[in-house]
């Protein structure tokens, strides 16, 4: 069991940077790949990056590659997004999530098994 409370959220000019952090409880932290994943109104919840449990992996999508980056400390538990140059349409309620299956890098929500409450990040034009 792994619960998840993430951080960071708010309101930024575009072009502007945030940093989300993810704290996990649970002593199998370490033994999870873990994702961040985005969901805005009316849309579906959108696959943001994934990092291996070693964190000597990361996988992000076009969407977000070069802007975004995923990093990880398991000596704290902890799994954090960097954010820069944010455009408005990285508006959304942001995620962390736990994937406990073997195909880390996946981008599909059924192979998170865990998953926080969300942050709100608003990127004003």
């Known amino acids: 069991q792994v619960q998840l409370v993430e951080s960071g959220g708010g309101l930024v000019q575009a072009g502007g940077s945030l940093r989300l952090s993810c704290a996990a409880s649970?002593?199998?932290?370490?033994?999870?790949?873990m994702g961040w994943f985005r969901q805005a109104p009316g849309k579906e919840r959108e696959f943001v990056g994934a990092?291996?449990?070693?964190?000597?992996?990361?996988y992000l999508p076009a969407s977000v590659k070069g802007r975004f980056t995923i990093s990880r400390d398991n000596a704290k538990n902890t799994v954090s997004l960097q954010m820069n140059s944010l455009k408005p349409e990285d508006t959304a309620v942001y995620y962390c999530?736990?994937?406990?299956?073997?195909?880390?890098?996946?981008?599909?929500?059924?192979?998170?098994?865990?998953w926080g409450q969300g942050t709100q990040v608003t990127v004003s034009s």
């Open positions: 999530a736990a994937n406990p299956s073997d195909n880390w890098y996946s981008s599909s929500v059924r192979a998170y098994a865990y």
């Open positions: 649970g002593r199998t932290f370490s033994s999870y790949a």
């Open positions: 990092i291996r449990w070693s964190g000597g992996n990361t």
